[in-house]
């Protein structure tokens, strides 16, 4: 390394040959020596798929039980992280980072930074790629070097600044299609609690009967027009009780307009068209 | 390259799954419900005749389905339009004013003093007609319409059949000097309305009963220094006494089937049960032991008695079973448990149970022999259970006076009634009548 320094600092005093022989040198050192910064910096990169995967994942998981889980998470991700934790994580912990979930938007940052990083010209090239197994990659960016001159190393650099700036859109257009995702997750959510407590607020259980109601389960199919109003109310379960499933069926009807997104993609992806409803009377158990 | 590709590749996979899980219908769980009552609106009906009616009928209708409950009812005040008839019922307009259920009524007069009566039930939330009834009644006959058109709308609204065409037998006692009372068997209307008197006596008269078919009450009553069960035919009046022991005598119970008649009688020192039966003429003692046996009632298919035994020590409910002779203890929880009535499907048995002190309507899954309470009370008399298993009448004291009280099986009291004659004791509610 201390070599490799002292050359540039004569090549700038002598002839073109030496420049172009030092390159050579500066390129072989640069790339043993950076390498270390690519992995870093690649596996800073590699961070961000994984986190977009992870985060992706918890997006997809919680539809089931789209209620309450998902928002409680979801603001996390957003704002607090990416401020405090963009330079510490990037070297020391690349493992580690892999594992928490919640430090997803870690990666993006340091990602839009690498523009700055490009000053290193060497380090973004072709590399980029290969670095996750360096050692073994190492011969393939010798083999462009040996044709080497400057024209070449410089069609090398626009390539790389290329890949890398597409790299960067690609980020961000993913980063954006989560955050829109996200979004649509977190409005679905709003919107089912609400017709949760729509469906609550009509449900008038047969309590004037000597069955005891509190063990009763229905489920219904809900579906709706976009509008929000009912299309169609099925039983899909059966509680048992006729008059049990008729109040959850009543319940359906009595909302008349059901509060649904107004954004045609929240509805469509949120499948407010089919709703699943199910009936369990926990408050009353245990009276 | 590759990574990009590896990039892109996890993004459409990624973007597939999530794909896939939209696919799958939205789940909402509902944990909670409110309860509401439902929301009816019976707009003031219109009568085309010159002179006044005796009877208004929405207004009974309203009144008895209030009593259940289960209902609130629009006052006329507040509605937007008063329509009788079915073109100037908008939809639009009682769901503004988050209605259920519209009912109107048309009367004109018809023919030989009578009226006809045209009455309709809507469903507003589906903006649709559920009931229309077109009668031909005679004057007097609006009451006993206005409660069956109550039966009707109830039994389309809820599922359970009506009770508002059955009746209630209860006894009234007067005083009338130092230990001079006057007793009154009546009979009134389920809502306690419209009673008249069937029986008199100065000797206490207890604990009525309906048979099965509701034309006969049978009751217990004191004649000279002997109690008797009176066996009364409510439309001959025919009396037919079945026992004369000395002792007390109460507690009567018909057998649905019509056969048997199951007493008690402390003749033999303790009360016991006894079995009359209807075809030879005879009774037969069923409990032999020196505790008090009491409060017989027959299962729906005749099979059962159920009864309080203190033979375990305190009052608990014991069933009898006929062809076997053998009776066996159903209760076992709560210090006390008495009064128990089977229900109409014969699956629960209703009854009064006493813990810690409080008494509550509980009832048992007969299959589970699970207990649930339904209902605290401050009873002071024996509850009679409606036909249909939704409602209780009890007599209790107010001030002074005895009174009835309607409580709906999740604890409402919803009416009480007083009478001007005097104390209103022992309320037992009929059978469906009609």
């Known amino acids: 390394m201390s070599k490799a320094a002292a050359a540039v600092q004569g090549g700038k005093d002598f002839t073109l040959p030496m420049i172009g022989a030092v390159f050579v040198h500066v390129i072989v050192a640069v790339l043993l020596f950076g390498s270390w910064h690519f992995s870093l910096q690649k596996t800073v990169e590699f961070h961000v798929p994984q986190h977009i995967q992870a985060e992706l994942v918890t997006v997809a998981r919680p539809k089931p039980e789209p209620v309450k889980q998902p928002v409680v998470k979801k603001p996390k991700p957003v704002e607090p992280k990416p401020k405090p934790k963009p330079t510490p994580k990037p070297e020391p912990k690349p493992v580690v980072q892999d594992k928490v979930a919640p430090k997803p938007e870690v990666p993006p940052v340091p990602a839009v930074k690498q523009p700055e990083p490009t000053v290193k010209e060497p380090e973004p090239a072709a590399k980029p790629e290969k670095t996750p197994q360096p050692v073994a990659e190492l011969p393939a960016p010798v083999e462009p070097d040996l044709p080497s001159e400057e024209s070449l190393f410089e069609n090398l650099l626009a390539g790389a600044v290329a890949e890398d700036v597409k790299i960067n859109e690609q980020v961000a257009a993913l980063e954006q299609r989560r955050k829109r995702e996200v979004e649509i997750q977190s409005e679905v959510d709003k919107y089912s609690a609400g017709i949760t407590a729509q469906i609550s607020q009509k449900w008038s259980r047969p309590r004037d009967q000597l069955i005891d109601v509190a063990n009763l389960q229905a489920e219904v199919l809900v579906e709706l027009l976009p509008t929000g109003e009912l299309k169609k109310a099925t039983l899909t379960k059966s509680s048992g009780n006729a008059r049990y499933d008729q109040s959850v069926i009543r319940a359906i009807e009595k909302v008349l307009r059901f509060n649904v997104p107004d954004d045609p993609e929240v509805f469509e992806k949120g499948e407010f068209r089919n709703m699943r409803v199910t009936f369990t009377p926990e408050d009353l158990m245990g009276l | ?434």
């Open chain 2, 1 to 434: 390259m590759s990574l990009i590709k590896y990039w892109q590749t996890i993004g459409l996979v990624l973007l597939l799954a999530m794909q896939n899980f939209a696919y799958a219908d939205l789940e909402i769980q509902v944990t909670r419900g409110y309860d509401a009552q439902t929301r009816i609106a019976i707009v003031p009906f219109l009568w085309e005749g010159k002179v006044a009616l005796p009877e208004r009928i929405e207004n009974t209708i309203t009144n008895d389905l209030s009593r259940t409950g289960r209902f609130d009812s629009l006052a006329p005040a507040k509605m937007l339009s008063q329509p009788y008839d079915e073109d100037g019922v908008f939809f639009r307009d009682w769901r503004l004013l988050g209605q259920e259920y519209v009912v109107i009524g048309h009367l004109t007069p018809f023919s030989d003093g009578k009226i006809q009566v045209q009455v309709a039930l809507y469903d507003v939330v589906k903006g649709q007609r559920m009931v229309r009834v077109t009668q031909v009644v005679g004057i007097h006959q609006l009451r006993k319409l206005a409660h069956s058109l109550s039966d009707l709308f109830y039994e389309r609204i809820t599922g359970v059949k009506g009770i508002f065409s059955t009746q209630l037998a209860f006894v009234v006692r007067k005083q009338l000097a130092n230990d001079r009372y006057q007793y009154r068997l009546q009979i009134a209307d389920a809502d306690g309305l419209n009673e008249r008197t069937i029986y008199r006596s100065p000797e206490p008269i207890i604990s009525p009963a309906w048979s099965h078919d509701g034309t006969t009450l049978a009751f217990a009553i004191k004649v000279g220094d002997r109690w008797k069960i009176c066996v009364f035919d409510i439309r001959t009046q025919k009396q037919n006494f079945i026992s004369n022991d000395r002792g007390f005598t109460s507690s009567p119970t018909f057998s649905p089937d019509g056969r048997y008649l199951a007493y008690v009688s402390s003749n033999k020192n303790s009360p016991e049960i006894y079995l009359y039966d209807f075809q030879t003429g005879r009774s037969e003692r069923i409990t032999r032991n020196s505790y008090i046996d009491t409060e017989p009632s027959f299962s729906p298919d005749s099979k059962y008695i159920v009864f309080t035994s203190e033979k375990g020590g305190r009052p608990q409910i014991y069933r009898y079973e006929l062809a076997s002779k053998r009776s066996e203890r159903l209760t076992f929880e709560g210090s006390q448990n008495q009064r128990a009535r089977y229900s109409s499907d014969g699956k629960y048995l209703v009854f009064v149970h006493q813990a810690n002190g409080r008494f509550n309507i509980a009832t048992m899954d007969l299959a589970s022999r699970d207990i649930r309470i339904l209902t605290e009370t401050n009873l002071d008399e024996s509850p009679s259970v409606a036909p249909n298993g939704t409602m209780l009448v009890y007599a209790t004291q107010r001030g002074n006076r005895g009174v009835l009280a309607w409580v709906s099986l999740d604890g409402q009291v919803t009416n009480e009634m007083k009478s001007d004659f005097g104390d209103v004791l022992e309320p037992a509610w009929s059978p469906y009548l009609n």
